[in-house]
T-cell receptor, first 115, second 116 residues
Framework: ETGVTQTPRHLVMGMTNKKSLKCEQH?????MYWYKQSAKKPLELMFV???????ENNSVPSRFSPECPNSSHLFLHLHTLQPEDSALYLC??????????????FGPGTRLTVL | AQKVTQAQTEISVVEKEDVTLDCVYE???????LFWYKQPPSGELVFLIR??????QNEISGRYSWNFQKSTSSFNFTITASQVVDSAVYFC?????????????FGTGTRLQVFP
């Protein structure tokens, strides 16, 4: 595998389900990101991790819970989501970012539909 | 405040036409990066170029070229002899040192459709 991979690519879940999105990067980076891309809205940064430590949380509802066990893996745990959470969730990685973000490389995304 | 404006929401061209995608940015910082990404229908954002604020040289890569002008705070992207495979949404983005955040500020994107 090369670059940034995400699984699953598509996910349909009910509002009471619990699911997780997985991201893995093979680029030797130490910073990882979750973004949300809704139809007709700009890309929204959700979370940032540098060296496994969360350094940014952009006021994301607690029904989204990130986990970064090591610099190569990033998870987004989902529970009791709302239909408006349906979106494309993109993972990205970069060299450590300390205020001047280096080039971020993106995965293919998970297309999430909440029924 | 940092901001990126892509005023063109959608552009349609016929194959082999040249097309320019505009990007205007706002920042008070003197140290920053500018980026262009391509998002084809598959969804993945593909990195195209990064420019730092101290390098105003224009860049050419095959059919792609970028024109960075600090005087007008613009970082425009031109595709020469467009092809159907160029159809995608293109995003311009900014990262500024004084922002004290790891955020990439994205524009709203320009959807390019190239017809055969």
């Amino acid at each position: 595998e090369t670059g940034v991979t995400q699984t699953p690519r598509h996910l349909v879940m009910g509002m009471t389900n619990k699911k997780s999105l997985k991201c893995e990067q093979h680029l030797g980076h130490n910073a990882m990101y979750w973004y949300k891309q809704s139809a007709k809205k700009p890309l929204e940064l959700m979370f940032v991790y540098n060296f496994k430590e969360q350094t940014e949380n952009n006021s994301v509802p607690s029904r989204f819970s990130p986990e970064c066990p090591n610099s190569s893996h990033l998870f987004l745990h989902l529970h009791t989501l709302q239909p408006e959470d349906s979106a494309l969730y993109l993972c990205a990685s970069s060299q450590p970012a300390w205020g001047l973000t280096d080039t971020q490389y993106f995965g293919p995304g998970t297309r999430l539909t909440v029924l | 405040a940092q901001k990126v404006t892509q005023a063109q929401t959608e552009i349609s061209v016929v194959e082999k036409e040249d097309v320019t995608l505009d990007c205007v940015y706002e920042t008070r910082d003197t140290t920053y990066y500018l980026f262009w990404y391509k998002q084809p229908p598959s969804g993945e954002l593909v990195f195209l170029i990064r420019r730092n604020s101290f390098d105003e040289q224009n860049e050419i890569s095959g059919r792609y070229s970028w024109n960075f002008q600090k005087s007008t705070s613009s970082f425009n992207f031109t595709i020469t002899a467009s092809q159907v495979v160029d159809s995608a949404v293109y995003f311009c983005a900014l990262s500024a040192l004084g922002d004290n955040t790891d955020k990439l500020i994205f524009g709203t994107g320009t959807r390019l459709q190239v017809f055969p």
